[in-house]
T-cell receptor, first 112, second 115 residues
């Protein structure tokens, strides 16, 4: 199985940078995802990491260290619309490739 | 428009009354899965399907059944619902090709209340 931990809530000011950490313990690993979920809506895909390193996509970047079981999502130039829950998810490997486990989510509150 | 469609979106039912939540996708995705979302617990996988006639349990399959007779449809069946199955349910699909990340496309969610 897998344990996925991420902070419950973070608050940051508009225009600032916020880093959301995710740690995981896994018996098999085949990729890590970040999703964004606004209140009352379905999650939407943000990023995918399967190799170590940083993936940058506009204002959002995601980093992975497989040896440390660690990832972070970096949100730059925060906007009010970035207020949402951010979900870290880990995909299993091998025969359980279809299994996907999510962390409980980090609620990011952006203040003016 | 590419989408995952769930029905019903909202349902209030009573304990023991069988119900089915339908899920349909029009993207020809091989992979489909069901999740429930509860406060403080995040999304938990109920069942997933790698392709037609191939299904497997996720982390919380008890009390649920699924079937995958056609590629586009993946219904979630609650044979005898109980109050602890009150939750927000999401269906999701993804393509599994080598060139894809396997990102999930989610339906809008089905809020189920079991009295």
């Amino acid at each position: 199985g897998q344990n996925i931990d991420q902070p419950t809530e973070m608050t940051a000011t508009e225009g600032a940078i916020v880093q959301i950490n995710c740690t995981y313990q896994t018996s098999g690993f085949n990729g890590l995802f970040w999703y964004q979920q606004h209140a009352g809506e379905a999650p939407t895909f943000l990023s995918y990491n399967v190799l170590d390193g940083l993936e940058e996509k506009g204002r959002f970047s995601s980093f992975l260290s497989r040896s440390k079981g660690y990832s972070y999502l970096l949100l730059k130039e925060l906007q009010m619309k970035d207020s949402a829950s951010y979900l870290c998810a880990v995909r299993a490997s091998g025969g359980s490739w279809g299994k996907l486990q999510f962390g409980a989510g980090t609620q990011v509150v952006v203040t003016p | 428009e590419a989408q995952v469609t769930q029905n019903p979106r909202y349902l209030i039912t009573v304990t023991g009354k069988k119900l089915t939540v339908t899920c349909s996708q029009n993207m020809n995705h091989e992979y489909m899965s069901w999740y429930r979302q509860d406060p403080g617990l995040g999304l938990r996988q109920i069942y997933y399907s790698m392709n037609v006639e191939v299904t497997d349990k996720g982390d919380v399959p008890e009390g649920y059944k699924v079937s995958r007779k056609e590629k586009r449809n993946f219904p979630l069946i609650l044979e005898s619902p109980s109050p602890n199955q009150t939750s927000l349910y999401f269906c999701a699909s993804s393509s599994q090709g080598a060139a894809n990340t396997g990102e999930l496309f989610f339906g809008e969610g089905s809020r189920l209340t079991v009295l």
